[in-house]
């Protein structure tokens, strides 16, 4: 059984920094990326970052410059920078890979963290 285990939520003051981890656990083949996505209140869960196994990185428009995110293979975990925050990125995060087992190799599927609450306020 696959499970992402999230870290490092929290209430910060507006231009303060958090930094979340996820780390991947269980029986599985190989993860093919790894990223952070988000949902606000009333809001559709959106993209925040994704990080795949071969370094590349992807970023939602309005965290672009802010937030980094970056991966250790080695420790199947991701992790997410996230500086200058402003109140509009109070949302609860939830990590996201896409890994395959053997069974389901080379297709694999998408896996979800239980999500981690950031919430940004003075």
């Known amino acids: 059984q696959v499970q992402l285990v999230e870290s490092g939520g929290g209430l910060v003051q507006p231009g303060g920094s958090l930094r979340l981890s996820c780390a991947a656990s269980g029986r599985f083949f190989s993860i093919y990326g790894m990223g952070w996505y988000r949902q606000a209140p009333g809001k559709q869960r959106e993209l925040v970052a994704t990080?795949?196994?071969?370094?590349?990185?992807n970023y939602g428009d309005s965290v672009k410059g802010r937030f980094t995110i970056s991966g250790d293979n080695a420790k199947n975990t991701v992790y997410l920078q996230m500086n200058s925050l402003i109140p509009e990125d109070t949302a609860v995060y939830y990590c996201n890979a896409h890994i395959s087992k053997v069974a389901d190799f080379p297709r694999g599927r998408d896996y979800w963290g239980q999500g981690t609450q950031v919430t940004v306020s003075s």
């Open positions: 990080f795949t196994n071969g370094g590349s990185t």
